[in-house]
């Protein structure tokens, strides 16, 4: 059985920071793209960030800069480092492994960014 699971939302004050990670279970882990999309209010699902078995990383341009994606294999994790957070990063993150055209998503976790 599959799971993902994620940690490390909360409630930030603009300019702050958070930590996410997903740890994964029932997968070869090492073998998946690995990343986080986000979904606010009213809002599609976009792209985070993702890093490939090689170590390639997409970052979408609304958060270059202030994200850093980071995988660890031996743990079956994978993380996201957010920095200077903005009240428009509010939004329910999901963690997503990708295989070709096998695909597992997480709950999510909450973000959310407010003074």
């Known amino acids: 059985q599959v799971q993902l699971v994620e940690s490390g939302g909360g409630l930030v004050q603009p300019g702050g920071s958070l930590r996410l990670s997903c740890a994964a279970s029932g997968i070869p882990f090492s073998l998946y793209t690995v990343g986080w999309y986000r979904q606010a209010p009213g809002k599609q699902r976009e792209l985070v960030a993702t890093i490939t078995i090689t170590g390639n990383r997409n970052i979408a341009d609304s958060v270059k800069g202030r994200v850093t994606i980071s995988r660890d294999n031996a743990k079956n994790t994978v993380a996201l480092q957010m920095n200077n957070l903005k009240p428009e990063d509010t939004a329910v993150y999901y963690c997503?492994?990708?295989?070709?055209?096998?695909?597992?998503g997480g709950k999510g976790t909450q973000v959310t960014v407010s003074s």
């Open positions: 997503n492994v990708r295989l070709g055209v096998v695909e597992y």
